[in-house]
C-alpha cells in the first residue's frame, strides 16, 4: 500500500501560467495533491508576475524569466518553512500567477447626477462618464487586499468596486484641482487629469497602477450649461466673471433695440425682461460699459418695472453673478428714477 501511495505520488517539474484569456488578473497554478520537486523550473512569461504563498502567507515574488527553484531563488519560502540548505525534500506551496498587461476600455459614469461644490457656483449637479486603465502592479498587496484564494479573479470581479472608487473621489478631484469646475468641464484633458492624480494613491493601496483616465462626456443642468457655453465663446477673455457679464451685455443689446423699436408702453427695461435679457441690461447699467449705452439710460420708468428690475438683480447677486457693491449702485439709481 505504501508503494502504491509513493507511485501515485505526482512532482512537478515545470510550473507556468497556461491561462491566457482576456481580463484575467490572478490564476492559481493547479497543485492539488501535487508537490514541486527540489530544482523544478519556473517560467514567467513577459507581462506576468508569479507569488508563492505559504500556509496563507505571501512569500517569494517573480517578476518575467525562467528560475531554478532551490534556496537561492526562495529565500523567503524557505524561511517560512525553515528547512535546512540541502533544500533536498520536495515541497507544498500555492503559487499564484498575476497578469500585469493594461487593463484597458474599463468603463466608468455616473448613475445619477452627483453634487459637487464649486467656488464660482456653490453647488452643481452634474453627469459624467468615461474610460480608464490599469494594471496589477504590486502582487503581494493585490492577493492579500483583493483576490486572495480564488482560482481566478478577473476585471468583471472587480469592475464594480473600482466604479464605486471613481464615484467617491469625484467630488474630492474637483476640489482639489483648484480649478473652477466650467473650467474642467470645458477641458475635459483638465478633468481627467484631475481625477488620475486624486485616484492614483487609492488604487495603489489595492495593489493596481492607474495608468490612464479619460472624460468622454460631461453633462451639466441646462442653465448651466448656457452660461458654459458664452463662457466657450467669449474666447480669449478667460476666468474674468465681469468681462463674461459684459460679453452677455454685448450679445443682449440687439435684443434691447427689438424691445424698444415697436414703441410698446411697457418701456425698455420691461421690454428687456419680457425677452429674458434682463440679466445683460442690469450689469449693463451697473457697469455703465459705453458711452452709448449710457445714454440708454431710461428715464421715467414705471414703478413696478423698477421693482421687477430689482428682483432680477437681487437673483444675479445671490448667485454671486453680482457683488453687494455693484447692486447697491444699480439699486440707488434705480430708486432716484422713482422721485
Known sequence: ????????????????????????????????????????????????????????????????????????????????????????????????????????????????PITLRDADFGAVRVRAFG???????????????????????????????????????????????????LDLAANQLYFA?????????????IGLKLDGMTVQNVSLPEDLQKVLDQKIGMGMVGDDMAKFMQYQAAQAIPKFAEGTGGGGGGGMVGDAMGLGAGVALGQVLAQNLTSGLQGMAVVGVRPEDVMNTLEKLGDLKAKGILTQGEFDAKKAELLKKLV
Open 1 to 112: 500500500m505504501a508503494l502504491m501511495d509513493f507511485i501515485k505520488k505526482q512532482f512537478i517539474d515545470v510550473i507556468a501560467s497556461t491561462e491566457d484569456a482576456d481580463g484575467m488578473l490572478a490564476w492559481r497554478f493547479p497543485m492539488m495533491d501535487m508537490e514541486i520537486q527540489n530544482g523544478a523550473q519556473l517560467v514567467v512569461r513577459e507581462s506576468q508576475m508569479a507569488l508563492f504563498v505559504n500556509e496563507g502567507k505571501a512569500a517569494d515574488v517573480f517578476g518575467p524569466g525562467t528560475y531554478r527553484l532551490a534556496t537561492q531563488t526562495l529565500p523567503v519560502l524557505t524561511y517560512l518553512k525553515n528547512w535546512d540548505k540541502l533544500f533536498e525534500s520536495p515541497f507544498k506551496s500555492d503559487v499564484y500567477f498575476f497578469s500585469t498587461r493594461q487593463q484597458v476600455d474599463q468603463k466608468w459614469g455616473t448613475p445619477q
Open 131 to 181: 474610460n480608464y486603465s490599469f494594471r496589477v502592479a504590486d502582487p503581494k498587496r493585490f492577493h492579500t487586499e483583493i483576490s486572495g484564494t480564488r482560482e481566478r479573479y478577473g476585471t468583471e470581479d472587480i469592475d464594480g468596486q473600482l466604479r464605486a472608487l471613481v464615484l467617491q473621489n469625484i467630488s474630492n478631484a474637483v476640489a482639489g484641482s483648484g480649478i473652477a469646475f
Open 193 to 205: 487629469q484631475a481625477l488620475t492624480r486624486q485616484l492614483a494613491p487609492e488604487f495603489e493601496k
